[in-house]
């Protein structure tokens, strides 16, 4: 129950560390939030997309005639046209050995997966846009479509993509420490091969994207369900240019102002990022080119334009239903939506419906890992070698995924076991279906592969699943070493051992064994599964320069604190929240800082003309680490400013200053204090100002420390019944340890979230496409998001180890995800004492893994 | 092969007379608009939520004449007559309903998405039960789809509603 949620007022005991209700609320809960589609913007017109029920055809025709006469309707664009004034998605982030094909907001001559849009139309409403849409008539050529790994691993098969090497796009090796002597050394080698099929993120609001054009000066602002607006703004921006490279270098040639501007950014960036970019790996670049050295043509001009321009969009995100990282991309509509409003010259909305959203808001994880422990017979763990298979689908995800998440796997996949070698190939290939963007801990199948292989090393050598991951997991002062073998370093933040120790604990064996035979004797199987891992979040130091040199350049945090002239205090962030409370949070750790009450604190976002860069906005499990560090530092350093101030007008020290309530006063004596409304008007009139903040400190933040790290050990118990097949789960607990909490309410809520999805995951959940890459599931009715009959309690145990720093709070938006599927399936396993090797188990599959039917050919 | 091609309806308007939150519209709509559609447009409340527009996830629920409804299955022109309740319409001058104070308390929500369903929901819920089982709890709330919050914090919410509303503590 709720009774220690606090409506605590005062500053004086602080609010960091309370269960402070969220401020959120106020809006949300009397239905005054405004999500995309609430916005209601004066004279907008509505889009919709018309999409290939193909899964891999060409396009002979397409006749937009009869739509474009249906009344009402304003403009219906064809693929060609709208990729005609719009450049290419090109590889943002790449790999060695990786080739990413180059795609255009529409698809033109061909159709690469069910739902590839193909025409836009832009009418009155949004009924008869969708009118429209079936007045459009395309004529399909049908192709033989990828629809598995398998196939996509088949050489010879129709190709998606002709600059490709059959449907595979790179494949790419890592190697740490001896392989080939640590295999040669252990004892026994076991191999086997585990397969996760797609899911997908499913946040409750769909995506939408509101461009409204102003009538005088073309400018854009774009609002956007975005969880990183910055980067939206660049690369609608980018994508939107139409001047050839030599137009826009001429232009930008001529404009002295920009040009010098410009140029000392560049040089004060190269000065502070020297080392950085000097460890830039180049590699992907040149395979890139190497298969498409267009690739370069359009990287020039789009870079050009953006120098040449004069103006650039603005990107807003207001409140936003859950994303999941399926927001974070940029996608095909931003771009086709920016560019309809752009050539109309009027303002057009586009609100996804959850069909198109099951078709292409968003996939993941279909992925499989064949998976090879060196391992002695005492179960001590030697070496690891993985070949994973990654399937991307048809377009790759921009600007990240999936190249992203292989990187992170190299880094993560040994997990919190020590082991003399690890050796990791990844292949990326391309199938009919839907995009994968991020998903909730990205990389996460790594720890549900190497969890469920540990159990099956364990039953192989007639060890238990604790007896295995105790001997192996890194223990602080006893095996815990500097840094993990991939590079990473580690400090007490790592502390998986203390997470795993404590659930042990809290399991009780004897009664587990009493809870197995009673089900048995209901007809039922009930077993436990543990899991553990270790999450960068934020990370340490070099924790991006180890997943790839040079990234770290992107991955600090902005912020900014101002103070008005009439004293109110306004926090700038650049996240971009979507249900994790950061408003509530950042008004704890900023009216903390400042010595005011909450309700004093401005918490702005989501406005990219109002907040500093930020390439991730909101995603990593950031928000509080780096997203509040950032908060605390600027506050802090701007009350120490206030002080100053203050004690010249108290004539007093600086050292007495007190400030309660937002009470500055001299320490003792409060009734003879000011407010930072006075010393903000102090300023203001000393130096004349009115409307310029009279206090303001902006910050790059780059974390702390060398740890960072949230950990956590999972235990599920799952209870099957053999007779239909249902699961329940008696108890799931989390052992987490993401350092001090902020309010534990959010943070509660974000790991039941995460254990929620993974339930989902294991249980309900699958994007199914049949072999010939048909979406089978392209509504609730099939895609089964779990409910609260599903979804049990979850209990949660805190550790809070803390470490060296200020602001030592650990991400924990992803963890819950990370654990369950692991923690689940292994307890499935245990349940039927059987070793499961796929991800998905709805009733059916599990009675055929319990022998009780036949299963399917 | 192409796509089969369909002619658009005609756009002829029906009369009806929403009852919102205690306040008349006369209005003429489009008899395929949802109720939906027009509660959010036309009278201008965007409390209600669209999460799937196939009546499975329960963001839409308003209270029909008392009963939980789907807005987005509904048309509006089925509304005529009818007394409809959304969230918008829970508060009161002196404050917002128990059933929202108690989320409020209880840090039910995150995104909030799908809040105005489960409100709904509740309000019915507890009218019809005060003193619902947390297994009643959940069973009743299985129309609603949360992806945030894996409901604990929900149930706990409604739990707490039954508190503030004079309901016994379960
Ligand atoms: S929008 Fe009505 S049930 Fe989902
Ligand atoms: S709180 Fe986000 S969907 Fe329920």
């Known amino acids: 129950m709720s009774s220690a949620t606090t409506d605590r007022q005062s500053s004086g005991l602080g609010f960091v560390g309370q269960r402070v209700k969220r401020v959120e609320d106020e809006r949300f809960l009397v239905g005054e939030g405004k999500f995309i589609a609430d916005l209601n913007h004066e004279g907008m017109l509505h889009a919709a997309f018309a999409r290939s029920p193909f899964a891999h055809a060409k396009i002979n025709s397409i006749d937009v005639a009869a739509a474009s006469r249906l009344p009402g309707v304003v403009k219906v664009f064809t693929g060609a046209e709208l990729n005609a004034v719009t450049n290419p998605f090109i590889p943002f982030f790449t790999v060695g050995g990786l080739y990413t094909p180059l795609y255009s907001c529409m698809s033109d001559d061909r159709v690469r997966h069910i739902g590839d849009p193909v025409a836009l139309v832009v009418a009155e409403s949004r009924y008869i846009a969708e009118d429209a849409l079936e007045l459009i008539e395309v004529d399909y050529e049908d192709l033989e479509a990828i629809g598995s790994i398998d196939a996509a691993l088949k050489p010879g098969r129709t190709q998606l993509w002709e600059k490709a090497d059959g449907n595979v796009l790179g494949e790419f090796t890592d190697t ?79 404009n002295s ?171 990326i290939v391309t199938t009919n279906k839907g995009r994968v963007v991020p998903y909730r801990g990205p990389w996460a199948n790594e720890t549900w592969a190497r969890e469920r292989m540990l159990d099956l090393v364990a039953a192989e050598l007639g060890l238990t699943p604790v007896e295995i991951r105790s001997r192996n997991v890194m223990r602080e002062g006893v095996s815990m070493p500097d840094a993990f073998i991939t590079g990473p370093t580690i ?11 404590r659930a042990l604990e809290m399991i009780d064996f004897d009664q587990l064994k009493r809870d197995k035979a009673d089900a048995e004797g209901r007809g039922h199987r009930l077993g436990l599964g543990i899991a553990s891992y270790h999450e960068a979040a934020p990370g340490p130091p070099n924790f991006f320069s180890s997943v790839q040199p040079g990234t770290d350049l992107f991955v600090y945090e902005d912020g900014r604190a101002e103070i008005g002239t009439d004293g109110t205090i306004r926090m700038f962030t650049s996240q971009s929240p979507h249900g994790q409370s950061h408003q509530t949070t950042y008004k704890q750790v900023a009216a903390d800082e400042f010595g005011v009450k909450m309700e004093d604190v401005e918490i702005v976002w989501g406005d990219t003309d109002r907040t500093q860069f930020s390439f991730l906005g909101t995603g990593g499990s950031r928000g509080g680490p780096m997203g509040g560090g950032v908060m605390r530092m600027t506050a802090r350093e701007l009350r120490q400013q206030v002080e100053k101030v203050a004690a010249d007008m108290l004539e007093a020290s600086v050292d007495d200053i007190d400030i309660i309530d937002g009470n500055i006063h001299v320490a003792g004596v409060p009734s003879r204090g000011i407010s930072y409304a006075d010393v903000a008007g102090k300023v203001a009139a000393d130096r004349n100002i009115t409307d310029e903040p009279a206090f303001m400190e902006a910050m790059k933040y780059e974390g702390v420390g060398n740890g960072g790290w949230s950990v956590a050990t999972h235990v599920a118990w799952v209870d099957i019944d053999l007779e239909t097949g249902e699961v329940e789960i008696p108890r799931y607990l989390v052992v987490e340890d993401c350092g001090p909490i902020i309010n534990p309410g959010v943070v509660d809520g974000q790991v039941r ?55 030592d709070a650990r991400g924990t938006g992803e963890g819950g995800m990370i654990g369950a599927p692991a923690a689940l399936t292994n307890a499935v396993s245990d349940a039927l004492g059987v070793q499961v090797t796929e991800q998905y188990l709805p009733p059916y599959r599990l009675l055929e893994l319990a022998g009780v039917i036949e299963p399917e050919k | 092969m192409s796509q089969p091609s369909v002619s658009a309806a005609p756009g002829e308007t029906i009369a009806v007379n929403l009852q919102v939150n205690g306040t008349s519209h006369s209005l003429e709509v489009d008899p395929r608009r949802s109720l939906a559609d027009v509660i959010r447009e036309d009278v201008g409340l965007t409390g209600t939520h669209l999460g799937c527009e196939h009546g499975v996830c329960g963001a839409c629920t308003v209270l029909a004449d008392g009963e939980p409804s789907r807005a987005c299955l509904m048309l509006a022109v089925q509304a005529d007559g009818v007394e409809i309740t959304t969230i918008e319409g829970l508060a009161t001058d002196a404050g917002m309903h128990p059933v929202q104070q108690a989320m409020h308390d209880a840090m039910s929500f995150q995104c909030a998405f799908c809040s105005p369903g489960f409100l709904m929901s509740t309000v019915a819920l507890l009218r019809d039960n005060p003193e619902p089982t947390e297994a009643e709890i959940r069973e009743e709330l299985s129309g609603n789809l949360c992806r945030c919050t894996g409901y604990q914090s929900i149930v706990d919410g409604v739990e707490t509603a039954v508190q503030l509303m004079g309901g016994k503590s379960s």
């Not at chain 1, 400090?491 to 203390?498: L, P, Q």
């Not at chain 1, 339930?759 to 009715?781: C, K, P, Q, W």
Request: some cysteine.
């Open chain 1, 176 to 254: 740490f420490g001896d392989v080939d002597e640590a295999f040669n050394q252990a004892d026994r080698v076991i191999t086997k091969t585990f397969d996760c099929p797609r899911q997908s993120n499913q946040p409750m609001e769909t995506r939408g994207i509101a461009v409204v054009v102003d009538p005088t000066t073309g400018h854009l602002d774009i609002h956007s369900t975005s969880q990183a607006p910055h980067f939206k703004k660049w690369a609608i921006a980018a994508m939107l240019v139409k001047d050839s490279t030599a137009a826009s270098l001429a232009k930008f040639a001529r």
């Open chain 1, 257 to 427: 102002e920009r040009r010098s501007a410009f140029l000392a950014a560049a040089k004060d960036f190269v000065a502070a990022n020297k080392e950085k970019m000097a460890q830039q790996d180049n590699s992907g670049m040149v395979s890139q080119l190497k298969k498409d050295p267009s690739t370069m043509l359009h990287q020039l001009r789009m870079g050009a334009g953006l120098l040449a321009a004069d103006d650039y969009p603005t990107v807003m995100a207001a409140d936003i239903g859950g994303a999941f990282g399926s927001k974070g991309p940029v996608a095909r509509e931003d771009v086709a939506v920016a560019a309809a409003a752009s050539e109309l010259g009027r303002s057009v909305q586009w609100i996804e419906d959850r069909v198109e959203n099951l078709l292409d808001g968003g996939q993941a994880r279909e992925e499989r890992f064949t998976m090879s422990v060196a391992v002695d017979n005492d179960g001590m763990l030697k070496g690891l070698r993985v070949d994973a298979v990654l399937d991307q689908g048809a377009y790759t995800g921009f600007p990240v995924a999936p190249a992203l998440i292989a990187l992170l796997w190299k880094v993560y996949f040994p997990g919190p076991y020590n082991l003399d070698a690890f050796e990791i190939t990844s292949k």
């Open chain 1, 491 to 501: 400090d007490e933040t790592m502390s998986v051992a203390k997470t795993f120790d």
């Open chain 1, 753 to 807: 979230g995460g254990v929620a999805q993974g339930i989902g995951a294991v249980f309900y959940e699958r994007t199914h496409y049949d072999d010939n890459a048909n979406l089978m599931s392209t509504t609730y009715m099939d895609y089964l998001v779990p409910t609260a009959m599903e979804i049990p309690n979850i209990e949660i145990e805190h550790m809070e180890t803390l470490t060296e720093g200020e602001n």
